[in-house]
T-cell receptor, first 113, second 113 residues
């Protein structure tokens, strides 16, 4: 079953603008990860943030995590046409024996040149 | 290092047939996971293997099965195919579950007619 929802479901922006995607989840987590998927292809890991972290940066990516609200956001700065893809958040539940990622439904980002 | 390799990339089957999909993880990775992706249900966890042992299984019927070999390669099998089994099947590997990110293959796209 889906852990939560990404918001918005689709986002269209001009090249150079910033893109913000939000993710909500339902359970206590060990960590939250963001993945990117180009149309119909495999997923590529972007960034991981642990439950005791509040913010993390990687290049043009900034991720925040608010465990009290069970939500995360992914910010892509200075977007490029090559950033056009679907973006998924995925959580790892806390507790032993949870060897799985639970994915959201994704945000489809279109960056217009 | 070579990435995760999935074969076949595309296949077409008819209802009632069975199918076997193969996954070769990144060299040295001992954890292999499988996910099903459909437009309606999104990304759903199938199973995770580590050192030939299934550690976790998702909420799928018994027609879905898998195994992992001593060289960490994995296969999944779907018997008595149904139209709803049409999906992109993604394999992912990691050194061990606790290392965080998963490395995904390009997927096997199954169409059931």
């Amino acid at each position: 079953s889906q852990q939560g929802e990404e918001d918005p479901q689709a986002l269209s922006i001009q090249e150079g603008e910033n893109a913000t995607m939000n993710c909500s989840y339902k359970t206590s987590i060990n960590n939250l990860q963001w993945y990117r998927q180009n149309s119909g292809r495999g997923l590529v890991h972007l960034i991981l943030i642990r439950s005791n972290e509040r913010e993390k940066h990687s290049g043009r990516l900034r991720v925040t995590l608010d465990t009290s609200k069970k939500s995360s956001s992914l910010l892509i700065t200075a977007s490029r046409a090559a950033d056009t893809a679907s973006y998924f958040c995925a959580t790892v539940d806390s507790g032993a024996g949870s060897y799985q990622l639970t994915f959201g439904k994704g945000t489809k980002l279109s960056v217009i040149p | 290092k070579a990435g995760v390799t999935q074969t076949p990339r595309y296949l077409i089957k008819t209802r009632g047939q069975q199918v076997t999909l193969s996954c070769s993880p990144i060299s040295g990775h001992r954890s292999v996971s499988w996910y099903q992706q459909t437009p309606g249900q999104g990304l759903q966890f199938l199973f995770e293997y580590f050192s030939e042992t299934q550690r976790n299984k998702g909420n799928f019927p018994g027609r879905f099965s898998g195994r992992q070999f001593s060289n960490s390669r994995s296969e999944m099998n779907v018997s008595t195919l149904e139209l709803g089994d049409s999906a992109l099947y993604l394999c992912a590997s990691s050194p061990d579950w606790n290392t965080g990110e998963l490395f995904f293959g390009e997927g096997s796209r199954l169409t059931v007619l």
